[in-house]
């Protein structure tokens, strides 16, 4: 009985585990899909003011960002169709070369994995640089071209990721069948295309998958090599380095529901595979029905998939968040209002002492993203003489306040809408 | 002629280990040829050499009286049928019978019709359409054969294509084998470590060990009258007595043993000095008892096997072993009882001992 309880305690200790576990792996993604539908111009969950979908909107109309988009395509599509066959004359190679060698082979065909990408990318550079000059190209020439740069550096390591997948399904491959074809009549070109081709077959959807992902997600490598284009990646991460909106959730939120789509259709796949080559398929009570085997086919699934995404963005796209925006709008402004009339109402119990605020500026109240750290030095014509600094860029201050002593009053200059507004500058 | 396989002193070299040692040997149209040999005799080796797939050092492969040098294993009017049967496992059978046809570049329809009529031939109607893994052994087998038939070729070469079989099926294919030969008439070259099958089957057998061709012979002329200790030890199983001439007349040797003298017949028609060490080997079969039998011995124990009762006897330090028809709980021997036995001396082969040890020693252990 107590080895029960102390099972009993072992399943909850491995439950809870567990939920940490998968909290810790998907809690991010979760939040961040929250903070897609969220018209916080921040990407948050709380506080939650209203439920948008336009944040999709401002993801699509950024042209930065889709052009980006159409670069990358371009680039993959290159980076697949150049990779995946150097990656299966590699694994070839390595195959059917001398045990001795082979070593060595893969040491050199695996050594652009291990490279760092920066070198990598800097290299690319230098080298088709040098190719370029020596043949005389101008510097509008091919091997001066940002797309073509990246696609070269990527096919560089890309490739070896092409390699591997390739090597791990020649190695089930029996060579005896190569023999068999041969000894039947055929040339070796044919017992290539006829043999082993279709059973490289799946390890070639996979290595066209996988690269088209490498190239797609890399970073350290094309920030050199594309020069002054940018691709998607590249482009977000400038994006995110000018401040961040909850388009780049919402672009999350697409990327999930494409992966699940994905996901979804290939388990439905390999579980149709499964059951076929069992032969269990004919006894399944699914399988076994023709409706059930409708329902259950992977086209069937897809098609249920896509479609039910299709109705989500039509949804969405009708979606108007506009009312409920103004509402919040409506209510910040109340609030300003509030806290500036209360202000006034402390100045003037206060009025006697002088309202010119000392040294140094209040953090945050001149809207400058460096909080003001460059506020006096910089500023072209400023004289140390006087220390008060004024706004560099003043914000839109809330309509019919005249504004009061700079700094005094941070709340309406911030382009957080007042969300820092319990934090008071020295002296105010 | 035209089916004629010569194998012109072929010696197979990898490094320094030499797989064949100058082989030759003519198989001629038709035939059902065996080469049977304990693993890593270098069968294997001599069989791809015929299909192609190694070159020999030195010597010639001739097929229909043409040189085979440089003409690769798609060129060579030869079928290999693998020991793993290599049928294509993403094809239907259908598809892996015509697979010679297709890339002949016969017509989609052509290569159905020439497929249905193989599938009839080995007896597998209707199963063209089937995955290759939903047959069973047996049946793979034979589409593996009906495969290598449509390459039509004038030497079906079969390397152990038995071995993953279980012994019902085993037995079964080898009528089937046999009658499929008869019926296309081609010259069938069978690898085999299985002496049952090489015996059964062949026309002709040539017993291979460490790369040597050690006798090349029909199967009774193998079993009655092996010329070498080891094919004498290799095919069935047998008594081996050590002992020295006494003396020759004709093929009639007497020779003086740990048993006693004894007589046996020199195989191959070979001359003995008196003193030679020499070995006699009798078959258990040939054992018999026999109250005048030169030989007295013990009986140590008994196994029973059916049809066959085997007798596991003691004389002096030499054990003997024979094999009696059954004939019923009557004739069985408890263990100490005295043996008095006999042998027919046309039967019995005498052999130099000094061809090997070690040959024998690998021939019982295989």
Not at chain 1, 57 to 63: I, Y
Not at chain 2, 50 to 71: K, N
Not at chain 2, 228 to 248: D, S
Request: charged share 15%; hydrophobic share 45%.
């Amino acid at each position: 009985m107590s080895a029960a309880s102390a099972g009993g305690g072992g399943r909850w200790a491995s439950t809870g585990y567990g939920a940490l576990f998968y909290l810790f792996l998907f809690g991010p993604l979760l939040i961040m899909t929250g903070t897609a539908f969220n018209s916080s111009s921040f990407p948050r969950l709380s506080p939650w003011e209203c439920f948008t979908t336009d944040w999709f909107g401002v993801l699509l109309n950024d042209r930065r960002l889709m052009d980006g988009l159409w670069t990358s395509a371009g680039i993959g599509l290159g980076v697949v169709l150049i990779a995946v066959p150097m990656g299966l004359a590699g694994a070839l190679a390595l195959s059917e070369i001398a045990p001795r060698l082979r070593a060595a082979l893969y040491t050199v065909l695996i050594t652009p994995v291990l490279v760092p990408g920066v070198v990598l990318g800097i290299s690319t550079i230098v080298f088709w640089g040098q190719v370029g000059r020596a043949l005389g190209m101008p510097t509008t020439g091919l091997f001066f071209d940002g797309v073509f740069l990246t696609i070269a550096g990527q096919v560089t390591f890309v490739s070896a990721y092409a390699m591997l997948i390739f090597s791990a399904r020649l190695q089930r491959f029996d060579p005896t069948l190569t023999e068999a074809a041969l000894d039947l009549g055929a040339s070796p070109g044919q017992a290539f295309r006829k043999i082993l081709l279709p059973f490289l077959r799946p390890a070639i959807a996979s290595a066209a998958f996988l690269t088209l992902l490498a190239s797609f997600e890399n970073y350290n490598t094309t920030v050199f090599t594309i020069l002054a284009d940018a691709t998607f990646t590249t482009a977000l991460a400038s994006k995110v380095r000018y401040g961040i909106d909850p388009s780049l959730s919402a672009l999350a939120v697409i990327i999930i529901a494409l992966t699940l789509i994905g996901a979804i259709t290939h388990e439905a796949v390999m579980r149709r595979r499964a059951a076929i080559l069992s032969g269990r398929a004919a006894r399944s009570r699914l399988y076994g029905h023709p409706a059930g085997r409708l329902a259950v086919h992977p086209a069937t699934i897809l098609a249920l998939l896509v479609a039910l995404a299709g109705l989500a963005v039509w949804q969405g796209s009708r979606y108007d968040s506009s009312a409920c925006r103004a509402g919040v709008l409506e209510e910040r402004r109340a609030l300003q209002e509030k806290l500036m009339q209360e202000q006034r109402a402390r100045m003037r119990q206060t009025a006697p002492a002088p309202a010119v605020p000392t040294e140094p500026p209040a953090p945050g109240g001149n809207g400058s993203g460096f909080g003001g750290a460059f506020g006096s030095g910089l500023r072209p014509g400023g004289s140390s003489a006087a220390p008060a600094p004024t706004p560099a860029a003043p914000s839109p201050a809330a309509p019919g306040s005249p504004p009061p002593a700079p700094g005094s009053n941070p709340a309406p200059a911030t382009p957080f809408g007042g969300a820092f507004q319990g934090i008071r500058p020295p002296g105010g | 002629m035209t089916r004629d396989v010569l194998l012109d002193h072929v010696t197979i070299r990898f490094g320094s280990f030499t797989a064949v040692d100058n082989a030759y040997l003519n198989i001629s149209g038709g035939e059902f040829f065996s080469f049977l040999g304990p693993s890593g005799c270098g069968k294997t080796t001599l069989l791809r050499c015929i299909s192609g797939f190694v070159e020999p050092t030195e010597g010639r492969v001739m097929i229909a009286g043409q040189d085979m040098a440089r003409v690769g294993p798609n060129k060579r009017p030869t079928a290999l049928i693998f020991q793993n049967l290599a049928l294509f496992p993403l094809m239907s059978v259908a598809e892996n019978i015509a697979f010679p046809l297709e890339v002949r570049g016969v017509s989609r329809k052509g290569r159905r019709k020439r497929a249905d009529a193989l599938l009839d031939l080995i007896a597998l109607p209707g199963v063209g359409d089937k995955k290759v893994y939903e047959l069973s052994g047996g049946q793979r087998q034979r589409v593996a054969i009906a495969r290598a038939l449509a390459v039509e070729p004038d030497i079906l070469l079969l390397d152990e294509p038995l071995s993953a079989l279980d012994l019902k099926l085993r037995q079964h294919m080898r009528t089937e084998l046999r009658a499929i030969q008869q019926r296309v008439g081609l010259t069938f070259i069978y690898i085999t470590h299985d002496q049952g099958e090489a015996l059964t089957m062949s026309d002709r057998v040539a017993v291979m060990n460490r790369g040597v061709i050690e006798q090349v012979d029909a199967p009774t002329a193998i079993y009655e009258t092996p010329r070498t200790a080891f094919v004498a030890a290799f095919v069935g199983e047998t008594n081996v007595i050590p002992g020295t001439v006494l003396a020759q007349s004709g093929v009639q040797v007497r020779l003086g043993t740990p048993l006693g003298p004894l007589v046996g017949t020199a195989a191959g028609g070979r001359r003995y000095q008196a003193g030679e060490a020499v070995q006699l080997f009798v078959r258990p079969e040939q054992l018999v008892m026999d109250a005048e039998g030169p030989i007295a011995a013990t009986v140590e124990k008994e196994e029973f096997e059916g049809a066959t009762r085997h007798v596991f006897a003691r004389a002096g330090l030499q054990a003997l072993r024979l094999s009696r028809v059954n004939a019923g709980a009557a004739g069985a021997l408890g263990p100490g009882a005295p043996l008095r036995l006999g042998y027919d001396a046309a039967r019995a082969s005498v052999l130099p001992a000094s061809d090997g040890g070690g040959a024998i020693d690998a021939g019982l252990t295989a």
